[in-house]
């Protein structure tokens, strides 16, 4: 378990410029315990967190990219394109998911606050990870409403092209959205014991708030195709 | 306090237990060895396939022993119906080309030797590593199960090109269950792969070891990331396209099959799809997929050759550049699959251009290969000669690339023997070659234990010669015009063809039997082999530093390795012989950086 | 072991050559008007193509021979050049070959894709299906008539779903297993696919072309020299497709306005 990096001669670090960008240079200061608890802030924080999120992003991107493309190539063969009213639950929808990124990021700004050692008493941040939560569950099951909607209007997945796209890219979207609550859930539970890193946060806040703009983008493209 | 805490990445208690030791583990060592069983299991039976379709090929109405024992309607009075050879060459692509090619040099080799290569413990995620094995392993069982459903798996090839494939039932045996199992079994496969992406590059980027720096990682390390960024934007699509194939299917949208298709007097009730569609989506990831085989097979081949011929390759840097730029064009070339296809003949000629370009970083590694090897001390062993086989096949596979990139000569060799015979040499045989220089090489390693170099020989010799003779002559079947994927050849013009179709059979017979002596070369080695010692090759890059052969749990034992050189201090003079290991401070010459 | 080596390399490309050189088994005989480009682009691709592969094999061969089993005190030798020669070496000699061939491509490709069918074309449709061609000719008023899906029925031998009843222009199509077309005659033919995807390939006439369901493609054509010819599938398209196959004859003016009158009494 001792594991000691034993030091290395100082010619090295001098001569090898691109050291910073490998080894243990660290993700930055660690974090943070709940309830304010300073003795259990640990100091390490693993960078692979951070730059992972970025690849996990990167291949979502992709994933959306591809459906988009999809999207315009059969809008382009198709004489069976039929105009399709997105319910308007969608809109509420997204000021949810909005209010749900907010309400981590003022949790995340309080743990900030906390781990800085600056005021111990500032708040409770896991409220607003719970608010958080709570939202994003929210915005799930007003994308289940939106979906029974459109049932309701006769619209169903095989109904036409618009329909199918509309349930493909909603439903993967909501797939990624309950990831995203997972990394909530696992956010919270680190934190009420103590192990939370600032590099998972940070990862889960970027993947949360990567929804908004995902679920944006999406919304407009169904928007301007559908 | 603040060191150990950086080490904590990645790090976990060695298991005790049988289970989380052996099967869900979370080493990458054991994973990696996982990803090679999983392999070995896997082109063990597309060998077989390919046993089983060549023996029709040859010999149409041959009645094969047993054979009614695999299919329940596939080979009545054990001759196999044509459903059935359709069936078994899709299985025998699918296996290979994802479950061998795609596993064996990339996920096996990369889990087990890159974090070592950098000096890490293990790689930052080990849960998600952990996952990528076993869903990857998911994804081969459902693949599998397709031959015990009841018109048994798809027969669509492995491009499953709509609106075959989306049809159903209706289009034949093996269009219905078959095909949902199959892009299932795909898409599993592709969340599997992003896992494994996902540590891959995470591991190169920030774990490397105090000196790496990302220029001292050896070019077998620079192979397996440059394919993880790929893996990552490739697989990405390909999962959306299955996502909507399998749709198609079940639930009866209309993504790729277009309107008014009529099949058996009955129009289909699908309406306006694209069929192109399809093959954009599955062209965009099946490029690339190509690379995904052939790129870490170039990494592991010039580990294994700057070791064996005691000196470093012309450039390391121009290498790895190449590589990089094989991966950014791969992206721009997949329309050439497509060139009779009734895209805009413009856009066919927009394609042939970087597909005619992209033999320039090709030309540029196999010139450095050469061009590397002179002078060298070049030692003999199983190993190197895999590795300068890979040469000669890549060489080979790669000049027929010069034909097929060019829209004009393809209008002739489109989906002909042609086509099989480029892609079996230069991503099959030359990317096996890759896993097989890579086996004799590392197993030491791996297992403690020697390899039997006799045997590693003989089996060279076989695999050499066979796969010439094997597929040299598709070349010649497809310029006189043999269509591939039939099961038997009717067109008149096609009968005097079949001599060299029987010749062929024989020839992957032999061959195939040839690679059962490696197999048995791998277990008995695994078992009586001649102990290893630590570096048994004189190499120089960190996974010959391990305290231990096979290397501890957390592979350095309690000290993380410290780099001061490149990884190719070969050919100087130095107090261990003629090479200089990277964690040795003895400074190797003028340019050395120590 | 490294001279054997280099020896049995040198042995595979060479006799990997001699069928080549030999046309052991070769293309079939252009019988187009459009081929010869196709076909000299085709041996130009094979000769440079025949050469870096003969002499990468035999630099490969040479290298292995020459360099291995060194003696205890050799030291190694750095090519000439370096990387840097290697690179250049590689830009120039496949960039310009790249570039001629792709130059020389266009050109033979622009003469098969980037031409209209000429006015006086004879219009032949071409269905392709699960696992048989059906070829249509217009009939004397040179128009083919509407295509009902829906009405095809193969017991009826309404291949194409023609509503002869209803459609004017469906009354004097003739529907056809078998393709005739009039010798040095260019024929502009018509090609939909009814259920999946197919390719119409005939090798002497250097003409492959796939059919995409839900788009109606064309690809025109002028064969030169009489005799009968194999169309084949070459897309994969189901349990029947090594069997899809037809016949093309290519006739003289007089035989095939015999098989027409032929073909026409038969509907």
Known sequence: MATTVHEPPKIESQRDPSQSHGGFNGGGQGLVPGKGNLPAVKHYSPPPASTGIWVVLASITMTFAAFTSALIVRQGSALDWRHLTLPNILYVNTLVLFASSFALEMARRRIRVIAGGLKADSGDPSRWLYAALSLGLLFVVGQYIAWAQLRAQGLYLATNPNSSFFYVLTAVHAVHVLGGLGGLLRVIRKMSNSTLRKSTLDATAYYWHFMDGLWVYLLVLLWVKL | MHDTAHAHVGQHAAPTSFIRKHVFSLDHKVIGKQYYGLALAAVLIGMFLSWLMRLHLGWTNLAIPGLHLLTKNGAPGDVMTPEFYLQLMTMHATIMVFFVLTTAPFAAFGNYFLPIQVGAEDMPFPHFNMMSFWVTFVAFLVLMSSFFVSDGPTLGGWTQYAPLSAVGQVGGPGEGAGVVLWALSIAIFCVGQLLGSLNFITTTLDMRTRGMSLWRLPLSAWGWFITSVMGLTAFAVLMPACILLILDHVAGTSFFVPANTVINDQMQPHSGGSTLLWQHLFWFFGHPEVYIAIVPGMGIVSHVLITNMRKPMLSHRVLVYAMGALAVLSYMVYGHHMFVSGMNPVSSLVFSFPTLVITIPSTIVVLIWMGSLYGAKLRINSASLFALGFISMFIAGGVSGFFLAQPSIDIMLHATYFVVGHFHLVMGVAAMFGIFAGTYFWFPKMYGRMMNETLGKIHFWCSFVGAYAIFMPFHYLGLAGNVRRYQAFAPEYMQHLIPLHKFITIAALFTGAAQLIFVYNLFVSRYKGEPARDNPWQGTSLEWSTPTTPPPHNNFGDKLPVVYHDPFQYGVESSTGDYVMQTSPEKAGPDDEA | ?267
């Open chain 3, 1 to 267: 072991m490294a001279k054997f080596f280099a020896i049995t390399i040198f042995v595979i490309a060479i006799v990997s050559a001699i069928p080549i050189l030999r046309h052991t088994w070769w293309m079939a005989e252009d019988i187009s008007t459009h081929g010869a480009p196709i076909d000299e682009q085709m041996s130009e691709t094979m000769a440079e193509a025949g050469i870096s592969f003969l002499a990468s094999q035999f630099i490969l061969g040479y290298f292995i021979w020459k360099f291995s089993n060194p003696k205890p005190g050799d030291k190694i030798k750095t090519f000439p050049g370096g990387a840097k020669a290697m690179v250049w070496a590689a830009f120039l000699l496949v960039g310009t070959e790249v570039l001629a061939l792709g130059v020389f491509g266009v050109k033979a490709w622009a003469n098969v894709y980037f031409t209209p069918p000429a006015a006086n074309a004879v219009p032949v449709e071409v269905q392709a299906g699960q696992f048989a061609f059906y070829f249509r000719y217009p009939g004397p008023d040179g128009s083919f008539g509407p295509i009902h899906p829906d009405m095809i029925n193969e017991a009826n031998q309404n291949f194409y779903g023609l509503d002869t009843d209803h459609d004017a222009d469906s009354k004097d199509d003739v529907v056809t297993a078998e393709m005739a077309v009039p010798v040095n005659r260019e024929i502009h033919l018509i090609m939909h696919s009814k259920d999946v995807g197919h390719s119409f390939f005939v090798p002497e006439l250097r003409v492959q072309q796939d059919f995409v369901p839900g788009m109606d493609l064309s690809v025109h054509f002028t064969a030169t020299k009489i005799g009968r010819y194999e169309i084949v599938c070459t897309q994969l398209c189901g349990l029947g497709h090594y069997n899809m196959k037809a016949y093309l004859s290519v006739l003289s003016l007089e035989d095939f306005d015999a098989w027409m009158k032929k073909e026409k009494a038969m509907q």
